[in-house]
């Protein structure tokens, strides 16, 4: 069974500060995706990034970068020069092939809330 | 287009009440889903379709019917409705098969069963 773990329950920084949010991830299978989703304070789920099983490239976004490792499972989230903005809990997530549907069925982690402090 | 649609907003049940959970999109997506938010938790998948009349079972089913008679619109039932199912619901949608795709979430239905 898939399994997406997120160890950081909570963390706090301060504005300006750099943060990683860890996470690690089972699977069986050699194809499947990764994903990171920010969720604000309203509540609504924000797509951040997609990786699949393949690419092992490191990707840079503005203020937002993400290192993924298959040799350690891990697919971490890294916010430089943190904002308060970025306060949010954020999710990740692995989706697998379902073999009856050839359809994706997506396991989420229990997320990290991240609160960035003036 | 409005994207994805969820009514209600928030609804409160009494145990044993019955309801539907409506959700909608207009991006004419093959693949739709729902998924519970607990507190303190991630998303666990409840039902998903893979398109009009196909849908499967996801992590955490029981309690839950669903039935997907459009493109557009995928319904989730409560049948007899617990406490237990005290949570926030989410409905969400990709082009096509979900594997590897975007999902674009609705904004909820939380939910409070008395």
């Known amino acids: 069974a898939q399994k997406v773990t997120q160890a950081q329950t909570e963390i706090s920084v301060v504005e300006k500060e750099d943060v990683t949010l860890d996470c690690v991830y089972e699977?069986?299978?050699?194809?499947?995706?990764l994903f990171w989703y920010k969720q604000p304070p309203s509540g609504e789920l924000v797509f951040l990034i997609r990786?699949?099983?393949?690419?092992?490239q490191n990707e840079i976004s503005g203020r937002y970068s993400w290192n993924f490792q298959k040799s350690t499972s891990s697919f971490n989230f890294t916010i430089t020069a943190s904002q308060v903005v970025d306060s949010a809990v954020y999710f990740c997530?692995?989706?697998?092939?379902?073999?009856?549907?050839?359809?994706?069925?997506?396991?989420f982690g229990d997320g990290t809330t991240l609160t960035v402090k003036p | 287009n409005a994207g994805v649609t969820q009514t209600p907003k928030f609804q409160v049940l009494k145990t044993g009440q019955s309801m539907t959970l409506q959700c909608a999109q207009d991006?004419?997506?093959?693949?739709m889903s729902w998924y519970r938010q607990d507190p303190g938790m991630g998303l666990r998948l409840i039902h998903y379709?893979?398109?009009?009349?196909?849908?499967d079972q996801g992590e955490v089913p029981n309690g839950y019917n669903v039935s997907r008679s459009t493109t557009e619109d995928f319904p989730l039932r409560l049948l007899s409705a617990a406490p237990s199912q005290t949570s926030v619901y989410f409905c969400?949608?990709?082009?096509?098969?979900?594997?590897?795709?975007?999902?674009?979430f609705g904004p909820g239905t939380r939910l409070l069963v008395l």
């Open positions: 997530a692995l989706s697998e092939p379902t073999y009856n549907t050839n359809a994706g069925k997506s396991t």
């Open positions: 991006m004419n997506h093959e693949y």
């Open positions: 379709s893979v398109g009009a009349g196909i849908t």
């Open positions: 990786r699949n099983s393949f690419d092992e």
């Open positions: 699977t069986r299978d050699t194809t499947y995706y």
């Open positions: 969400a949608s990709s082009p096509t098969q979900g594997l590897g795709e975007t999902q674009y």
